[in-house]
């Protein structure tokens, strides 16, 4: 599925699979960026179909942004990087390179995966993707110790991908925010990480679960901070 030019849900809600993941197409170098990576092979079914649907099927996958340890989120991590991708994530990716239990792998009876080498990105650590695709990484801790969003800046929109931190909800104008599932939730983290993030700049939201929110970011994360402030107790 589109999204934007060069923007594509590799697997996700469009295709009755719970867990989103984004692929950014930067057709001039004939390589693909994804943001996360599914937690399985029925994940890497719907990617293969994708990739074919939309003539990409010969893009090498050259890097993968995690936003969080949970295993669906970054169950194929250590698929990518044994054909070559580079791993990126804030602090859970020590998780993956431990399989802690931040992956939540008892949510799957099955141990998590290992990676062997994860890059470990700093707070606004910004990299340059390829000339007109920057990335730009937003510590967000709260859902997990280590969560990220991402802010891809390409041409004149400011798309983030959150993770579980920010989520749609089923009406128009509701969100979702991340279940109380890690060992590391915070909800003092949560709402010092919306807080900050409400003040950025955000054309569209484009989250681990459900739909993506294209029209105004900015106003789901502000009805996000609302909801984190107006019902703490159901959050705590």
């Known amino acids: 599925?589109?999204?934007?030019?060069?923007?594509?849900?590799?697997?996700?809600?469009?295709?009755?699979?719970?867990?989103?993941?984004?692929?950014?197409?930067?057709?001039?170098?004939?390589?693909?960026?994804?943001?996360?990576c599914g937690l399985d092979e029925n994940d890497l079914a719907v990617m293969e179909s994708v990739k074919k649907a939309w003539n990409l099927k010969d893009r090498k996958i050259s890097d993968?942004?995690?936003?969080?340890?949970?295993?669906?989120?970054?169950?194929?991590?250590?698929w990518f990087e044994q054909r070559g991708s580079r791993i990126?994530?804030?602090?859970?990716?020590?998780?993956?390179?431990?399989?802690?239990?931040h992956t939540i792998d008892f949510a799957y009876q099955r141990?998590?995966?290992?990676?062997?080498?994860?890059?470990?990105?700093k707070d606004q650590e910004t990299i340059v993707l390829a000339p007109g695709y920057t990335?730009?990484?937003?510590?967000?801790?709260?859902?997990?110790?280590?969560?990220?969003?991402?802010?891809?800046?390409?041409?004149?929109?400011?798309?983030?991908?959150t993770g579980d931190m920010v989520q749609t909800g089923e009406e128009i104008g509701q969100v979702r925010i991340g279940i109380k599932v890690d060992?590391?939730?915070?909800?003092?983290?949560?709402?010092?990480?919306m807080k900050k993030m409400k003040n950025e700049v955000c054309d569209a939201v484009l989250p681990g679960h459900?739909?993506?929110?294209?029209?105004?970011?900015?106003?789901?994360?502000?009805?996000?901070?609302?909801?984190?402030l107006a019902n703490r107790d159901k959050y705590r």
């Open 135 to 161: 990335m730009k990484c937003h510590f967000s801790p709260g859902h997990t110790r280590g969560s990220v969003c991402y802010e891809l800046l390409y041409g004149d929109k400011h798309i983030w991908f």
């Open 183 to 193: 060992s590391g939730y915070d909800y003092e983290q949560y709402r010092e990480s």
């Open 210 to 228: 459900y739909e993506p929110y294209l029209c105004s970011g900015s106003g789901l994360i502000q009805i996000a901070y609302r909801e984190l």
């Open 1 to 36: 599925m589109q999204i934007f030019p060069n923007i594509y849900l590799m697997s996700g809600f469009a295709y009755q699979r719970h867990q989103n993941f984004y692929g950014i197409d930067i057709p001039k170098e004939n390589r693909l960026v994804l943001v996360d």
């Open 111 to 121: 141990a998590f995966p290992i990676c062997r080498n994860v890059k470990i990105l």
């Open 64 to 78: 993968v942004f995690v936003t969080h340890a949970h295993f669906d989120h970054s169950g194929n991590a250590y």
């Open 88 to 101: 990126s994530a804030g602090e859970d990716g020590k998780s993956l390179l431990s399989g802690d239990e």
